[in-house]
């Protein structure tokens, strides 16, 4: 089970941080999708043994997770209004790797969205 938190409204150039929380079983991939109105879901980052980001967060969003506290993280810096959506972590108890780390069809759990909206 998957539950992501801390979603919210902030300005332009503000920071936020996500959270998922997992619980039942150990995962091996983790990542962020989003999902803005009228668009389609689209990959944020992914974190395996390796860090895997979309070109449009890369340097600006981090994803990094806690094994003791069963929690995965995306902090969002210098935000824009562009990254408004709602934002879903999902996760597999396989490794993905490479390109594979970018497709819905790695992670067979996936928690509950955090709305994220950006205003400029």
């Known amino acids: 089970q998957l539950q992501a938190f801390g979603g919210g409204l902030v300005q332009a150039g503000a920071s936020l941080r996500l959270s998922c929380a997992a619980s039942?079983?150990?995962?091996?991939?983790m990542g962020w999708f989003r999902q803005a109105p009228g668009k389609e879901r689209e990959f944020v980052a992914s974190?395996?043994?390796?860090?895997y980001y979309a070109d449009s967060v890369k340097g600006r969003f981090t994803i990094s997770r806690d094994n003791t506290k069963n929690t995965m993280y995306l902090q969002m810096n210098s935000l824009k209004p562009e990254d408004t959506a709602v934002y879903s972590c999902?996760?597999?108890?396989?490794?993905?790797?490479?390109?594979?780390?970018?497709?819905?069809?790695?992670?067979?759990?996936w928690g509950q969205g955090t709305e994220v909206t950006v205003s400029s």
């Open positions: 999902a996760a597999d108890r396989a490794f993905c790797s490479g390109s594979g780390c970018y497709d819905v069809v790695a992670y067979h759990y």
């Open positions: 039942g079983r150990t995962y091996n991939s």
């Open positions: 974190i395996t043994w390796r860090t």
